[in-house]
């Protein structure tokens, strides 16, 4: 099946740095790929969607200066947190849009394995 | 995207077959009702997808009344490992899967001994 490859698993960083993260579809391409934050014992939040080749459409009340989405290829997706804080430390997932027709469904999407992230 | 209620949380024990309904009434003609298990820290994973009717697979079933308001996720005989976060979500996927998803609150299931 499908899978979405995120990296890296987890990471701690220092208030003030950025941290990358990047997600990718190892057997299909992606058009458009979606950036989720989680906190603790609460749901998925969206955060942006991500397109390739243009510009990343974000969520209302998402910083698009503090969170740089870039999709430059039909197979990955980054999202950059510019200069961190530790409010920023949070979960953050991606996924892609999979059709699994080859499954017998109509549509699915498949997610990644999700970053935490740790600004300290 | 139509709004889903679940209750926030279940309880099991092994072996038990555990039933977590799902209530969408304003869920469209071209939608369909996916469901997704997360496990702590990782990305939510696909269950099961159904459009009416039943809907069967090797981990659980999907109950669709004819009304489609509603839709019931079945998972036989839970053991500890089911210990997770079920979504219920309702989209359409018709325009080639890119409609983004909104997840509710989810649904707690814990499984004991």
């Known amino acids: 099946g499908a899978v979405v490859s995120q990296h890296p698993s987890r990471v701690i960083c220092k208030s003030g740095t950025s941290v990358k993260i990047e997600c990718r579809s190892l057997d299909f391409q992606a058009t458009t790929m979606f950036w989720y934050r989680q906190f603790p014992k609460k749901s998925l939040m969206l955060m942006a969607t991500s397109n390739e080749g243009s510009k990343a459409t974000y969520e209302q009340g998402v910083e698009k200066d503090k969170f740089l989405i870039n999709h430059a290829s039909l197979t990955l997706s980054t999202l950059t947190v510019t200069s961190a804080h530790p409010e920023d430390s949070s979960f953050y997932i991606c996924?892609?849009?999979?059709?699994?027709?080859?499954?017998?469904?109509?549509?699915?999407?498949?997610f990644g394995s999700g970053t935490r992230l740790t600004v300290v | 995207l139509a709004k889903t209620t679940q209750p926030i949380s279940m309880d099991s024990y092994e072996g038990q077959e555990v039933n977590i309904t799902c209530s969408h009434n304003n869920i469209a003609t071209n939608d369909y009702i996916t469901w997704y298990q997360q496990f702590p820290s990782q990305g939510p994973r696909f269950i099961i997808q159904?459009?009416?009717t039943k809907v069967t697979n090797e981990v659980a079933s999907l109950f669709i009344p004819a009304d489609r308001k509603s839709s019931t996720l079945s998972l036989p005989r839970v053991s500890l490992s089911d210990t997770a976060v079920y979504y219920c979500?309702?989209?359409?996927?018709?325009?080639?899967?890119?409609?983004?998803?909104?997840f509710g609150t989810g649904t707690q299931l814990k499984v004991e001994l």
């Open positions: 996924s892609a849009p999979d059709h699994l027709q080859d499954r017998g469904y109509n549509y699915g999407y498949t």
């Open positions: 979500l309702v989209g359409d996927g018709l325009t080639g899967g890119g409609n983004k998803l909104t």
């Open positions: 159904g459009y009416k």
